[in-house]
């Protein structure tokens, strides 16, 4: 039997008030589904877990977003990740992270690999200093004025780059945290 381990992102939960998700709630919906060494950080829907399961991310993915409505009564899109792609993103960050405040360099992780045409429209030097890249299912994104003042951001968010996709975004201290904490 082969244990895997994964990360489990969130999206739009307990921003504002809105889809309160406690984390000690989390932790036992991800238990029922038969997870073990389940373990959350932060409030923001990062969660991480070992799982003997025969399934695909993407599969392990819609059990939790079925069982997270069931258990709290509205959807929340999640994202799960291997360990493994985890640590093949934070290795393949093509901006210096160790070099810089977390908060300044963001992952946009997607449930697919977005097309190049998508980009085709973004005219990358007229937001320096600001950049962007795209690796695999991830789209990279320096912001040295974070992601709050991010012009850069708010175009990569928009329908014509990220239309059906599922995404979400986590700055860098929090991407490095999960790939310490799946121990990959």
Not at 123 to 150: H, K, Q
Request: glycine share 8%; hydrophobic share 40%; charged share 25%.
């Amino acid at each position: 039997m082969t244990i895997r381990k994964y990360a489990a992102l969130l999206r739009g939960i307990n921003v504002g008030g809105n889809k309160k998700v406690p984390m000690a709630e989390l932790r036992q919906v991800l238990n029922d589904l038969g997870h073990e060494d389940v373990r959350t950080y932060l409030q923001s829907g990062n969660a991480v877990f070992a799982s003997s399961a025969k399934k695909t991310p993407a599969a392990l993915a819609r059990e939790l977003e079925a069982a997270i409505e069931a258990h709290f009564g509205f959807r929340v899109p999640c994202l799960v990740v291997e360990a493994t792609y985890l640590r093949a993103v934070a290795e393949a960050c093509p901006f210096p992270a160790a070099e810089l405040e977390g908060k300044q360099l963001q992952a946009t992780f997607c449930s697919e690999q977005p097309a190049a045409s998508r980009f085709a429209a973004i005219d990358g030097p007229s937001y320096l200093p600001e950049e962007y890249r795209v690796g695999d299912r991830v789209i990279y994104l320096y912001a040295p004025d974070g992601l709050g003042r991010s012009k850069l951001a708010e175009t990569l968010a928009r329908p014509a780059v990220i239309k059906g996709l599922d995404v979400t975004t986590r700055n860098w201290n929090t991407v490095a945290k999960l790939v310490e904490l799946t121990g990959n």
